[in-house]
């Protein structure tokens, strides 16, 4: 029964593994670029739930025009994403800008080895 | 023994999401309640009240305006707060700062063999090439296909508001355009494309491009981004629609270029 849900509802099982993979690399792994990876993985598989979700069955893109056919999917999930995108592209560059600063301070992006030198 | 805990944590937190997966409304039926709120106005009378065919532009741009305009805010905040943590490195030259940096490759300090050829089994005291000079072919390619690229991130952008696309999309076009042709060229032909003296303006081209739009609506409808209904002022709504996303695509081209370019080492 609860399997023949999963099943009709495939794409949000899938997204959920994407998110789950992101929340393993950000956590096992040792090395901030990889952890960065994994919050990226994270935030696409976020993207890619609101955008499903949108999503309707035979639907066309909003946009409005001489052959446009209804039904057409969500375009409040659409311009929800393109915000998040923007909001997580600002958050990578600035993670990365810092991890730069630490690689030129520390010599090392290694979290165990950060962790060491402190103190 | 890390791995072993983060992979019970995944499974731990994929568990409780796939048991609300099952109770989630069908993946695409239309009755599902992100179609039936507010999505179906939209869809009716957004051309008629957003002034864009493209829903997804109405609703961005004016519908959810304020929403767009802390998101350009957030962009250029993400370029002042990278360029901060960067520029206020100084020192990076002094030997002594970068004495840790024995092990400059911080990735391999868990002391895994580096994979490859014998030859790189040497310290690691030589640095590696500065530059390779890309081959003539990829060289010539990229300066064949730039302008083409740039005039259809341009294009994006102007038509966003009838066509897929929009401010965001053609700046992630042109910045993508600049970052190959800083890859290919190198970073002083790029830097070459960027204005000299009006950069900063126009890296906050988003946010004051909102700012003067919101006012001119605010002077035309009383409401800060308001854009007239008036069908007599058909063609202005379209002006201040395409001014918007003209400063949103041109901004932010310019900051996801110098992103790059403050993130490209010194």
Redesign the interface.
Known sequence: M?VQ??G??????AI??L???G??VV??K??L?KKLIGLNIMETAVFAFIV????????D?????PDAH???A??????LV??G???A???T??A???I??I????????VD?LRQ?DG | M??R???A???A??LP??AV????P?????D?P??TH??SR??AR??AEGGA????T???LNY?GL??FG?VV??F???A???A??LA?GG?NDPS????????H??R??GSPAHGKPAHGEPMDEPPPASVPPSPVVTFIVRLVAPFIAMFGLWVIVTGH???G?G?QGAAILAAMFILVAMVLGTASARSLLPGRSLPWLQAAGPLAFFGVGLLGAVLTGFALGYPVDPALHLLRELMLVGVEVGIGVG?ALI?AS?FL??E?P
Request: glycine share 8%; aromatic share 4%; with cysteine.
């Open positions: 609860t849900v999963l009709a509802n495939m794409d949000y099982a959920v593994v998110f789950c993979i929340l393993y956590v096992a040792s090395n670029i499903t979700a949108g999503m309707v069955e035979g639907g893109a909003p946009i409005l025009g209804a039904p057409f969500s375009p409040i999930s659409h311009a393109l915000t995108i923007v909001v592209v600002s958050t560059a600035l990365l800008a810092i730069l600063r690689h030129r301070e520390y010599g090392t992006l290694e080895e030198m | 890390r791995e805990l983060a992979g944590l995944a499974v937190m994929a999401m796939l997966v099952t109770v989630l069908r993946v695409g039926s239309p599902a992100v179609h507010v999505a939209y869809l957004g051309p065919e493209n829903l997804v109405a609703v961005l959810r929403d767009t998101e957030v962009i905040t993400a370029l707060a990278a360029m943590v960067l490195m990076q700062s970068r004495s840790p940096g024995a092990n400059a911080g990735t300090a868990d009838r066509t897929p929009g965001l932010g996801f992103l403050a993130l080492s």
